[in-house]
C-alpha cells in the first residue's frame, strides 16, 4: 500500500467513525482488505457509575411479579451475569449448603456463589414450585424453555422505570441488568474494610485478577467528591 492509499485508508476511518455515537470509543482495524470498526469496552461506564443501595431496594419493589423479584435479587446480590440467571438449573441451587453451583458461565469456568441474603433461598425455592428436581429454575414458555436475555433486559428496565430510577451511565437509557452486579460488587468494596479483590474475583467469575483490579480498586466518583470536599476545608490560597 503506497502513501497516497495509506492516506485515503485512514480518511475512510475518520468519516466511519464520525457517524459512531459520540459516547462510545471505536478502534479502527484493518482485516483481509476490509476496515473492521470494533467497540471499545468503556472502563468507565462499569467503573464509575452504579446504582445505590436504595435504588436497588425501589427497583425490587417494582418488579411485576415474585419471579422477577428473584431475577432482579439474584442478579444484585449473586452478582450474576444474565445468562447465568435464565441458565439456573435447580440441581445447581444448594439448599443445604447455602450457595449456588453456576455450571453455565462464561467461558464455561464453575464457580460457587455463597447465599448469606436473608430469605433469597427461600424465595428460591418457592419459585422452584410442584417438587421439581431438574430444569431451569426460571422457565419460558419458549425456544429452549429459559427466558432470553431481551427477557431479563425488559424484567430489570421495566421495573426500574416504574420505580422511577434512571439509568447512572451517561447515555444509557434504561437501567441494565449489568449494573445490578456492578453496583453490588462496587457496594462491598465501599465497605470499611472493604472486600478483598481475591475474594471479589471469584464471586464475579472474572478470569483474571487484574479485570477485577482495573475495575475495582479504583476509586469511584462518590467517592472522589467526598474526599476533594474533606480536603478542601483548608484554604489552598
Given at each position: 500500500?503506497?502513501?497516497?492509499q495509506?492516506k485515503?485508508?485512514?480518511?475512510?476511518?475518520?468519516v466511519?467513525?464520525?457517524?459512531?455515537?459520540?459516547?462510545?470509543?471505536?478502534e479502527?482495524?484493518e482485516?483481509?482488505g476490509?476496515?473492521?470498526?470494533?467497540?471499545?469496552?468503556?472502563?468507565n461506564?462499569?467503573?464509575?457509575?452504579w446504582?445505590?443501595?436504595?435504588?436497588?431496594?425501589?427497583?425490587i419493589?417494582?418488579?411485576?411479579?415474585?419471579r422477577?423479584?428473584?431475577?432482579?435479587?439474584?442478579?444484585?446480590f449473586?452478582?450474576?451475569r444474565?445468562d447465568?440467571v435464565?441458565?439456573?438449573e435447580?440441581?445447581?441451587?444448594d439448599?443445604a449448603?447455602?450457595?449456588?453451583?453456576?455450571?453455565?458461565t462464561k467461558?464455561n469456568k464453575?464457580?460457587?456463589?455463597?447465599?448469606?441474603?436473608e430469605?433469597l433461598?427461600?424465595?428460591?425455592?418457592?419459585?422452584?414450585?410442584d417438587?421439581?428436581k431438574?430444569g431451569?429454575?426460571?422457565?419460558?414458555k419458549v425456544?429452549?424453555?429459559?427466558?432470553?436475555?431481551?427477557?431479563?433486559n425488559d424484567?430489570?428496565?421495566g421495573?426500574?422505570?416504574r420505580?422511577?430510577v434512571a439509568?447512572?451511565?451517561?447515555?444509557?437509557?434504561?437501567?441494565h441488568?449489568?449494573?445490578?452486579?456492578?453496583?453490588?460488587?462496587?457496594?462491598?468494596?465501599?465497605?470499611?474494610?472493604?472486600?478483598?479483590?481475591e475474594?471479589?474475583?471469584?464471586?464475579?467469575?472474572h478470569?483474571?485478577?487484574?479485570t477485577?483490579?482495573?475495575?475495582?480498586?479504583?476509586a469511584?466518583?462518590?467517592?472522589?467528591?467526598t474526599?476533594?470536599?474533606?480536603?478542601?476545608?483548608?484554604?489552598?490560597?
Open positions: 500500500m503506497d502513501a497516497g495509506a485515503g485508508k485512514q480518511e475512510q476511518v475518520q466511519a467513525s464520525s457517524k459512531l455515537n459520540t459516547s462510545e470509543r471505536f479502527a482495524k482485516k483481509a476490509k476496515l473492521v470498526l470494533k467497540k471499545q469496552k468503556k472502563v461506564e462499569r467503573a464509575d457509575f446504582l445505590k443501595p436504595e435504588d436497588v431496594e425501589r427497583i419493589s417494582a418488579a411485576a411479579s415474585f422477577d423479584r428473584c431475577i432482579i435479587k439474584l442478579l444484585y449473586a452478582m450474576m444474565r447465568e435464565r441458565s439456573l435447580i440441581p445447581c441451587v439448599f449448603n447455602r450457595r449456588l453451583n453456576l455450571t453455565h467461558g464453575p464457580r460457587s456463589i455463597p447465599i448469606v441474603q430469605g433461598l427461600d424465595d428460591l425455592r418457592l419459585v422452584i414450585e417438587d421439581r431438574a431451569w429454575v426460571f422457565r419460558s425456544k429452549d424453555g429459559r427466558l432470553s436475555l431481551k427477557a431479563i424484567i430489570v428496565g421495573a426500574a422505570r420505580a422511577g439509568s447512572p451511565v451517561p447515555g444509557m437509557k434504561n437501567v441488568p449489568h449494573i445490578l452486579r456492578h453496583s453490588y460488587a462496587r457496594f462491598l468494596r465501599r465497605q470499611q474494610p472493604p472486600i478483598a479483590i475474594v471479589l474475583q471469584k464471586l464475579l467469575g478470569t483474571s485478577v487484574k477485577t483490579l482495573d475495575i475495582y480498586a479504583r469511584d466518583l462518590d467517592f472522589m467528591e474526599e476533594l470536599k474533606r480536603c478542601s476545608t483548608s484554604k489552598a490560597l
